[in-house]
């Protein structure tokens, strides 16, 4: 079986495809890193949601989700911009931790899994 890597550099793909499913790698608001939680939630799912079209997926067809916070507070409001994007009835597995994030800044990171439409 063959492996397809998405948007790869020499650190890492920000997606793979093998077997009919999709790891999408910890995506994060770079470029909105002043904003806030609900803000960078909304930019990270944007990015999620387009990985996952580049992969023949979508996130109806979500298996996991790993969420970090770095502040256990935003919890709320990251959820809120969530449950807004989730498709209806299409919840996955999902972790929430808290954590400190790589960059200053930072405020959420959201790595998925998903089956692509030959899974």
Partial sequence: MTLERLRSGPRMSQAVVHAGVVYVSGQIALESRAAGV????RVVLQKVEALLAEAGSGKDRLISATIWLTDPADFDDMNAVW?????P???PARATVGAALMLPGLKVE???IAATGDG
């Avoid at 609900?38 to 939630?41: L, S, V």
């Avoid at 449950?83 to 498709?87: I, V």
């Fill in 38 to 41: 609900a803000e960078q939630t």
């Fill in 83 to 87: 449950d807004g994007w989730l498709a």
């Fill in 89 to 91: 009835g299409a919840a």
């Fill in 110 to 112: 959201v790595a998925v």
